[in-house]
């Protein structure tokens, strides 16, 4: 509150820090105040007459309003943003949420999940991969794919982006993947399968003094063919291709220390409609 708002509150005049004088309620001459008060009556009648004009041209706004069928007036519709009501995930195994609805919000909810997990970190290393893709992937294609991502992140693959056999960084170092959704779209859907793109921006890169591969950001959506099975969404396959990305900004890049220690310290997020 501002000076001159105290002393517009406590009867003052805005701004010039003066207190308004209340006169006292007498009048001294009898004839003048019957004057006034016959003006005051007047100025009472014309300010209903106002108002009930007032009251009939807002009436008949508000009809015309209402009558309205243009879309762009009524603004876009929230529901593309806007939280489903449908039950929260469950906490599955590996640090993946599992138990999604039935429903085009749950198979969004599992999409998006299921992205994080398919451009982790945990993915390379192959004591863990085993259990990711018992987990989001359908019964009847996790040997196809066990062996197609056991090929695609060889020693010689995680060697040259600085890891070991294991996927582990050289000490010193921290390696980084981790995606976030920026948003997801349902292409297909029924109660059996569905289609779903998910678009995310995403950090990778090794975080060290010496690393040849510094961390970097990437946009890229991932589209997941999805199949109800076992009582949950499974991903049946998918596809990545780049984009949609913004304009660069113009923010300094940051040390690998600062890096390390943000990729530590912030952990990720669960993704539900």
């Known amino acids: 509150m501002s000076p001159g708002d105290e002393h517009e509150a406590s009867g003052g005049y805005r701004g ?115 259990g990711i893709v018992q987990q989001i992937f359908v019964a009847d294609k996790q040997a196809e794919l066990k062996t197609r991502f056991d090929q695609s992140y060889s020693k010689r693959f995680l060697a040259d982006i600085g890891l070991d056999a294991n996927g582990n960084p050289r000490a010193g170092s921290t390696y980084v993947s981790r995606t976030t959704p920026m948003g997801t779209k349902v292409t297909e859907f029924s109660d059996s399968s569905a289609a779903v793109e998910v678009w995310c921006t995403g950090l990778y890169g090794t975080a060290g003094d010496k690393s040849t591969s510094p961390v970097t950001s990437d946009w890229f959506t991932l589209t997941l063919q999805l199949r109800w099975a076992e009582g949950d969404w499974k991903i049946d396959s998918f596809a990545q291709k780049d984009g949609p990305a913004p304009v660069p900004g113009d923010n300094q890049a940051s040390g690998a220390d600062e890096m390390s220690k943000a990729v530590e310290e912030y952990g990720g997020f669960t993704y539900a409609r």
């Open 16 to 130: 010039t820090g003066r207190t308004r004088t209340r006169l006292p309620d007498t009048d001294p001459y009898g004839g003048a105040r019957r004057g006034r008060s016959s003006s005051r009556s007047l100025v009472t009648v014309v300010g209903v007459v106002v108002l009930l004009i007032a009251a009939i041209a807002f009436a008949n706004r508000g009809g015309d309003d209402s009558a309205s069928t243009d879309p762009a007036a009524s603004g876009p519709d929230p529901a593309t943003t806007a939280a489903s009501g449908e039950r929260p995930v469950g906490a599955g195994a590996n640090g993946i949420p599992s138990g999604f609805a039935q429903s085009e919000q749950g198979a969004q909810s599992a999409a998006a999940n299921y992205a994080v997990a398919l451009v982790s970190a945990e993915i390379l290393k192959p004591a863990r991969r085993t």
